[in-house]
């Protein structure tokens, strides 16, 4: 079992930046896939970004590309989302979870627990 629980979400001005944390419960972190994902209103979830346990493997949604980037730190339990040049489009409810994966996935099925989503609003 592993328990997730996001921060560092809030209103920020379209341009600016915010990181996300995502900290996780367990001793076994460092042997899950973890993914940002988000969900704005009346939107499906949708995946975002996702690193590797090593964190030798990173993937990213082709819209956030080159503005934001995922870490984790193995020694802290934790996962990061660092967000840059943010526009009105990134507005939406931010998840992270957690999968044991062969391959990293996009999909929701791929990961086994989800934290309760922290908020992000970009103003124009």
């Known amino acids: 079992q592993v328990q997730l629980v996001e921060s560092g979400g809030g209103l920020v001005q379209a341009g600016g930046s915010l990181r996300l944390s995502c900290a996780a419960s367990?001793?076994?972190?460092?042997?899950?896939?973890m993914a940002w994902f988000r969900q704005a209103p009346g939107k499906e979830r949708e995946f975002v970004a996702a690193?590797?346990?090593?964190?030798?493997?990173?993937d990213y949604a082709d819209s956030v590309k080159g503005r934001f980037t995922i870490s984790r730190d193995n020694a802290k339990n934790t996962v990061y989302l660092q967000m840059n040049r943010l526009t009105p489009e990134d507005t939406a409810v931010y998840y992270c979870?957690?999968?044991?994966?062969?391959?990293?996935?996009?999909?929701?099925?791929?990961?086994?627990?989800w934290g309760q989503g922290t908020q992000v609003t970009v103003s124009s």
């Open positions: 979870a957690a999968g044991n994966l062969r391959f990293l996935s996009r999909r929701l099925s791929g990961y086994d627990y």
């Open positions: 367990g001793r076994t972190f460092s042997t899950y896939d």
């Open positions: 690193i590797s346990r090593s964190g030798g493997s990173l």
